[in-house]
């Protein structure tokens, strides 16, 4: 197993970076309590691409025609973009039951959105939450119920496989993925110990980096549980995203706490850097 210590930092003070993607030769990212989208160049320049007056942005994604995507948590619901204007493009408030978070959209247009499941912040008591299905149209339904506080996915090569981090089931659960976008014949890709999936993405080898943030670190896992390399990070990190001009930069999203006051107080929320073996494939 390979241990990463030294990271660089691509962008710093913002209050909490998620749902990090790589696009047309940029990062794209979520500050999510800071209720913001951006893009960033490889110089770490920051270009502001919306702003939610109202709610807070996560998981990212593109339509085929180019328009871009915003999970808008609090109001759960799927924000579009075209051109300057934003508008709703699914209301996800029907199966959702507390914020919508991350996102994965696939090559159809087809986005399957997770949420928290109940109120983390406060010390609500703990529920399963469900994953949902928004499809090019708008339409949304249920994907997959029973689901320990859904958060990062990823979607194979071939886009036959969607696989998802259960946060608080500290597990990679895999679905095949039928011609319509439903999911079945679910099963666990990877148990983890010691560890809590948040944002995850996939590499050119079947490899899944996995951003924890209870154990400081991003680690690459592969299907059966085994863990082959580990970036340690001194705050905690949350997700992480393949990137670069070669695909082999693991961006890293870091940060000293995930709690809303005190991340619009410390803004210690960073863009980390480094170098991995396999580039960045599959979705997102």
């Known amino acids: 197993m390979t241990d990463i210590i030294n990271t660089e930092t691509l962008v710093s003070g913002l209050c909490f970076g998620e749902g990090p993607r790589w696009h047309n030769g940029r990062l794209y990212f979520s500050d999510m309590h800071g209720n913001t989208v951006y893009a960033a160049d ?133 679905f095949e993925i039928q011609s319509d976008g439903s999911l079945v014949n679910r099963r666990q890709w990877a148990k983890m110990e010691g560890a809590v999936p948040d944002g995850i993405c996939l590499d050119e080898a079947g490899g899944i980096w996995v951003a924890s943030p209870v154990s400081n670190e991003v680690l690459r896992i592969i299907e059966g549980g085994e863990v082959t390399d580990r970036v340690k990070i001194e705050n905690q990190a949350y997700a992480c995203m393949l990137g670069g001009q070669d695909g082999k930069t693991l961006f890293i999203m870091t940060s000293r706490s995930s709690h809303p006051a005190q991340c619009k107080t410390e803004k210690s929320a960073a863009v980390e850097f480094v170098t991995v073996k396999h580039a960045g494939a599959g979705l997102p």
């Not at 270009?47 to 709610?55: G, N, P, Y």
């Not at 299905?133 to 994907?143: I, N, S």
């Open 42 to 174: 490889t110089s770490g320049e920051l270009e502001t691409i919306v702003r939610l007056e109202d709610d807070e942005p996560s998981g990212l994604g593109w339509l085929p025609d180019g328009r871009m995507l915003i999970v808008s948590m609090r109001n759960r619901k799927l924000l579009v973009l075209d051109g300057n204007e934003l508008s709703e493009f699914a209301d996800l408030s029907g199966i959702a039951t507390y914020h919508c978070n991350d996102m994965v959209t696939d090559l159809k247009g087809r986005s399957y959105v997770g949420n928290f499941g109940y109120d983390l912040h406060n010390d609500a008591e703990f529920q399963k939450a469900a994953l949902m299905l928004v499809h090019p149209d708008g339409k949304t339904e249920l994907a997959a119920d029973d689901l320990a506080f859904p958060n990062g996915t990823v979607i194979t090569p071939d886009g036959k496989t969607l696989i998802v981090g259960e946060s608080f089931g500290a597990r990679l659960t895999a």
